[in-house]
C-alpha cells in the first residue's frame, strides 16, 4: 500500500475533522439561514430537504478527504478501502457486529417478547379464533407495522439517511484523517465521539420547544443523549478501527436507533434484568473475539487495509 506516513499534522488532522462536523450540522440549516427559503409546507418535504442537505456535506467531507489522505497514487480501490466501503467480507461485516450489538439489548428484546406473549394471550383468552387465525392476525399487524414505516419519513431519517450519512463523515473519513495525523487508534476511538456528540447539539432548540421552553429539562435530555452519543460513538469506532469495514459500525448505528435506549429492568418482570445483565457480560465477553481483525481481513502479510486494520490487536 503506498502511502506517506503522518503527513498530516495532529492540529492539521483535528482541525479537518472539527471543520467537517461543523460544516456536516451548518448545511441542514443553509436552506433557512442562507439561501432564505420559505419554510417548508409539511414535515415531509422539511425533512426531504434535511436530507438533501446531508448528503451535500456528506459528498464534500469525502471529496475533502480525497484530497488531504496521504494517497500518492489516487487508486480508486485504495480509496474506498481507506473508506471502509469493501466488497469482501460483507456477511461477517454484517452478522458478527449485529449479533454483538444485540446482547447490548437482550433486556429490551426480553421485555418486547414477553409483551409479545401477554398480547398473543389476551388475544386467544378472548375466544378471536384459533391459534392459525391469530398467527395470521400478527402477522397481518406485523406487515401492516413495515408498510407504516417505510411510508414514514422520520423512519427514513433514523434508519437510513442519519446512519449512512454520519457514518460517512463521523468514521469513514475522520478516522483515516486522525490516523493519518499520527494519532493511535485507542486515541482516535475516544476522539471522534467527541465530535460525534457535539454535532446532536444542534438539536437543543428542538429539544427545548419540546420542553415548553424548559431549560433544565432541556439540558438533561440534551445531556443524556450527548451521553449516549458519546459511549456509541466509542463503539462504532471501535468497530471501525478493528473491522477495516463501514458496514459494520453501520449496521449497529440502524440497530440502535431502531431499539432506542437499551431496557435495564421492568416492574415485576425481574427476567428482564437478568437477561440485560446476561447481555452484557456476553457483550464484554465477547467485544474482542467477534470483532478481531483476522474475521473481517485475508490472512496476508501484504495488509491492504487502512493503516494496518488488519493487523492491529
Same mark, same amino acid.
Given at each position: 500500500?503506498?502511502?506517506?506516513?503522518?503527513?498530516?499534522?495532529?492540529?492539521?488532522?483535528?482541525?479537518?475533522? $472539527?471543520?467537517?462536523?461543523?460544516?456536516?450540522?451548518?448545511?441542514?440549516?443553509?436552506?433557512?439561514?442562507?439561501?432564505?427559503?420559505?419554510?417548508?409546507?409539511?414535515?415531509?418535504?422539511?425533512?426531504?430537504?434535511?436530507?438533501?442537505?446531508?448528503?451535500? &456535506? $456528506?459528498?464534500?467531507?469525502?471529496?475533502?478527504?480525497?484530497?488531504?489522505?496521504?494517497?500518492?497514487?489516487? %487508486?480508486?480501490?485504495?480509496?474506498?478501502?481507506?473508506?471502509?466501503?469493501?466488497? %469482501?467480507?460483507?456477511?461477517?461485516?454484517?452478522?458478527?457486529?449485529?449479533?454483538?450489538?444485540?446482547?447490548?439489548?437482550?433486556?429490551?428484546?426480553?421485555?418486547?417478547?414477553?409483551?409479545?406473549?401477554?398480547?398473543?394471550?389476551?388475544?386467544?383468552?378472548?375466544?378471536?379464533?384459533?391459534?392459525?387465525? &391469530?398467527?395470521?392476525?400478527?402477522?397481518? +399487524?406485523?406487515? %401492516?407495522?413495515?408498510?407504516?414505516?417505510?411510508?414514514?419519513?422520520?423512519?427514513? +431519517?433514523?434508519?437510513?439517511?442519519? =446512519?449512512?450519512?454520519?457514518?460517512?463523515?463521523? +468514521?469513514?473519513?475522520?478516522? =483515516?484523517?486522525?490516523?493519518?495525523?499520527?494519532?493511535? =487508534?485507542?486515541?482516535?476511538?475516544?476522539?471522534?465521539?467527541?465530535?460525534?456528540?457535539?454535532?446532536?447539539? &444542534?438539536?437543543?432548540?428542538?429539544?427545548? %420547544?419540546?420542553? #415548553?421552553? #424548559?431549560?433544565?429539562?432541556?439540558?438533561?435530555?440534551?445531556?443524556?443523549?450527548?451521553?449516549?452519543?458519546?459511549?456509541?460513538?466509542?463503539?462504532?469506532?471501535?468497530?471501525?478501527?478493528? $473491522?477495516?469495514?463501514?458496514?459494520?459500525?453501520?449496521?449497529?448505528?440502524?440497530?440502535?436507533?431502531?431499539?432506542?435506549?437499551?431496557?435495564?429492568?421492568?416492574?415485576?418482570?425481574?427476567?428482564?434484568?437478568?437477561?440485560?445483565?446476561?447481555?452484557?457480560?456476553?457483550?464484554?465477553?465477547?467485544?474482542?473475539?467477534?470483532?478481531?481483525?483476522?474475521?473481517? #481481513?485475508?490472512? $496476508?502479510?501484504?495488509?491492504?487495509?487502512?493503516?494496518?486494520?488488519?493487523?492491529?490487536?
Amino acid at each position: 500500500m503506498e502511502e506517506e506516513s503522518c503527513s498530516i499534522s495532529k492540529a492539521g488532522a483535528v482541525t479537518a475533522c $472539527t471543520a467537517m462536523a461543523l460544516f456536516y450540522v451548518a448545511v441542514l440549516y443553509a436552506p433557512t439561514l442562507i439561501f432564505r427559503l420559505p419554510p417548508p409546507t409539511s414535515l415531509q418535504v422539511y425533512m426531504i430537504r434535511r436530507f438533501l442537505c446531508a448528503f451535500i &456535506s $456528506t459528498a464534500v467531507s469525502v471529496l475533502v478527504c480525497v484530497l488531504i489522505l496521504p494517497i500518492r497514487k489516487m %487508486d480508486f480501490s485504495l480509496l474506498l478501502t481507506a473508506y471502509g466501503i469493501r466488497a %469482501d467480507h460483507i456477511w461477517q461485516a454484517v452478522v458478527f457486529p449485529l449479533s454483538l450489538t444485540s446482547l447490548m439489548y437482550l433486556g429490551s428484546m426480553a421485555l418486547k417478547s414477553l409483551l409479545l406473549v401477554d398480547s398473543w394471550g389476551e388475544h386467544m383468552n378472548h375466544g378471536e379464533g384459533s391459534l392459525l387465525d &391469530s398467527a395470521i392476525f400478527f402477522w397481518t +399487524r406485523f406487515l %401492516d407495522w413495515v408498510i407504516l414505516t417505510v411510508s414514514n419519513v422520520l423512519a427514513w +431519517r433514523n434508519y437510513v439517511v442519519a =446512519p449512512l450519512t454520519e457514518e460517512l463523515v463521523f +468514521r469513514a473519513c475522520m478516522i =483515516p484523517v486522525l490516523l493519518s495525523g499520527g494519532f493511535k =487508534p485507542t486515541t482516535v476511538i475516544f476522539l471522534c465521539p467527541i465530535l460525534f456528540s457535539l454535532a446532536h447539539l &444542534s438539536h437543543f432548540m428542538e429539544y427545548y %420547544d419540546k420542553q #415548553n421552553n #424548559n431549560l433544565t429539562k432541556t439540558v438533561m435530555v440534551v445531556g443524556l443523549q450527548l451521553c449516549y452519543t458519546v459511549v456509541f460513538g466509542s463503539y462504532a469506532s471501535f468497530l471501525f478501527v478493528r $473491522t477495516g469495514h463501514l458496514l459494520a459500525p453501520l449496521v449497529a448505528h440502524v440497530f440502535c436507533n431502531f431499539m432506542g435506549l437499551p431496557v435495564l429492568f421492568s416492574r415485576r418482570r425481574g427476567v428482564v434484568s437478568l437477561a440485560f445483565v446476561v447481555g452484557m457480560v456476553g457483550f464484554l465477553w465477547l467485544l474482542f473475539p467477534m470483532t478481531s481483525p483476522h474475521l473481517f #481481513n485475508e490472512k $496476508t502479510n501484504n495488509c491492504r487495509c487502512w493503516h494496518g486494520h488488519c493487523s492491529w490487536n
